[in-house]
Each structure stands twice: as structure tokens, then as C-alpha cells.
């Protein structure tokens, strides 16, 4: 009779126990790098537009907080790529990742390239970019600059190309005339000159035959790991990025990171 007695208390308490672990279990795991404004540490926290678009999904779809691992780009792919994370997110389209990844279809973040030079430097460059061998550009390491006539001139028509870390050190490459412009996101370009106190000595260069400042629109996207089944997870996290994106909230939202 004891024995009888006592067996659901023993079930109770292991079930119990298990149950943490359980909610554990359902904690997303993502992979990054830290790309200010977008992602960066503030304080000891987590901060930037896309980690604010991260958590406004999480809140709309009801999840537990997502564990977010910031870590040197190649390390955040690889993490996704053997589904140690259930996803990455600001990669952009390669046909590569593609073999491992399943893109989502509407991006979390577009970048807007540029060329920056110093301001007391003049430079004179074609749409064409068939001038660009007179030229150095310094580019940032893990960055594609898309597929097109950008990556191209990078890659044949530049006198040279020197890669950084990060937007910061493409910046202090400029500044010490190490390279003669770089190709640089606007919005973290604005960001990384407002805290390094140095705007208006670097700006945009438009083009000898146009005015035109923008050399790249490049999106980037949420990538779920194919190691792990998430098409109903991917699914979930389309609908609330198109919901959100058309929200108030973002434009909102799009502002609170617009550096002037």
C-alpha cells in the first residue's frame, strides 16, 4: 500500500524537476557578430537596431528570451551551419550559405553602401569604376559587397585592397591614408564617425558622371540552420517580420537609429 502511495509523489517530483529543462529546451538559439549600430554591447547589454527587431519578434511571437551569441563572423555561420545556433542573422545572400541555410524571404536589415574619402581629399571616380586602378579602397572583412559591378571593382579595378575588422578600423585606415576611400554602410559609416567625434572630415563621393552617392543596396536576412526542422518556426518569424516592418513601431524604430 505504501509503495502504491509513494509512486506518483516519486513521479510528481521528477516530472517536476524535468520541467525547467524543459522550458530550456525551447530557448532559440542565434548567432551574430557585432556590427554597431546594428548590434553591439551597451553597458553589458545587448543593444542595436537589429537586436531591437529580434526582440520585438520574440515579443510577438511569444517566446522565450532568445539566447543571442555575438562571435566573430565565420564562428557565427559555422555555429548555424552545424546547428549549434537555430539561426544567424545579418548574413546576406550567398549561394554558399544557401547549401546549409534556409533564408528568410523579407530581410531584417537593407544597407546602403557608399564610398567615403576625406573631405580634403578629391577623387575621381566614374560610375564605371574604370578609373578606380589610380585608387586603394579598404574594405571590411566577412563583408560581400553583393555580386554585382562593386565586387567587381573591388576586385580587378582597385589599385589595391586592404581589409579591416570592422567599419571603425576601415575609418582609421582612411584617416591614415593607408587606403584612398572605403566602401562602407551609410548608417554604420554616420555611426562609427558621430562616437569616434569626426564628422564632417570624411564624407560620401559621388560620382564624376553623376551625382549619385549610393553604390549598393544590400539586404540582409534571419538564416535558420537546415540541421534542425524550423520551417513552421521560419514561417512564424516571416509572418511577424512583414507585420512589424509595417508598423508604426519600425518607422519609429528606424528613427531612434537615424544618425545624422
Known amino acids: 500500500m505504501y509503495k502504491a502511495a ?29 556590427v554597431p549600430p546594428y548590434v553591439y554591447q551597451n553597458e553589458g547589454e545587448l543593444s542595436g537596431l537589429a537586436i531591437e527587431i529580434i526582440r520585438e519578434l520574440e515579443r510577438r511571437l511569444d517566446l522565450p528570451p532568445i539566447d543571442i551569441h555575438i562571435q566573430p563572423w565565420k564562428r557565427a555561420l559555422r555555429d548555424a551551419e552545424d546547428g549549434r545556433s537555430n539561426f544567424v542573422f545579418m548574413s546576406g545572400p550567398d549561394s554558399e550559405r544557401e547549401e546549409w541555410g534556409d533564408y528568410m524571404s523579407t530581410p531584417i536589415i537593407v ?23 589610380a585608387y586603394r579602397i579598404g574594405t571590411e572583412r566577412g563583408c560581400l ?24 578600423a576601415n575609418l582609421n585606415m582612411l584617416l591614415s591614408a593607408r ?47 537546415k540541421k534542425r ?3 513552421e518556426l521560419k514561417s512564424r518569424f516571416e509572418k511577424a517580420l512583414r507585420e512589424f516592418k509595417q508598423s508604426e513601431s519600425y518607422l519609429q524604430l528606424l528613427k531612434k537609429y537615424q544618425v545624422k
Open 229 to 231: 526542422d524550423q520551417q
Open 6 to 34: 509513494i509512486f506518483p509523489v516519486l513521479l510528481a517530483a521528477i516530472t517536476l524537476a524535468a520541467f525547467p529543462m524543459q522550458l530550456a529546451a525551447t530557448n532559440l538559439h542565434a548567432s551574430t557578430s557585432s
Open 145 to 168: 559587397y553583393g555580386h554585382g559591378i562593386l565586387r567587381k571593382a573591388i576586385d580587378q579595378k582597385f589599385f589595391s585592397n586592404t581589409i579591416s575588422s570592422d567599419t571603425e
Open 111 to 133: 544597407e546602403r553602401y557608399k564610398l567615403y574619402r576625406l573631405k580634403t581629399k578629391a577623387i575621381s571616380l566614374a560610375s564605371d569604376y574604370q578609373q578606380a586602378s
Open 179 to 225: 587606403v584612398d576611400v572605403i566602401a562602407g554602410d551609410e548608417r554604420r559609416v554616420l555611426w562609427n564617425l558621430k562616437k569616434m567625434g569626426l564628422e564632417g572630415k570624411i564624407v560620401a563621393n559621388s560620382f564624376s558622371d553623376n551625382a549619385e552617392e549610393l553604390v549598393l543596396e544590400w539586404p540582409t536576412y534571419i538564416v535558420f540552420s
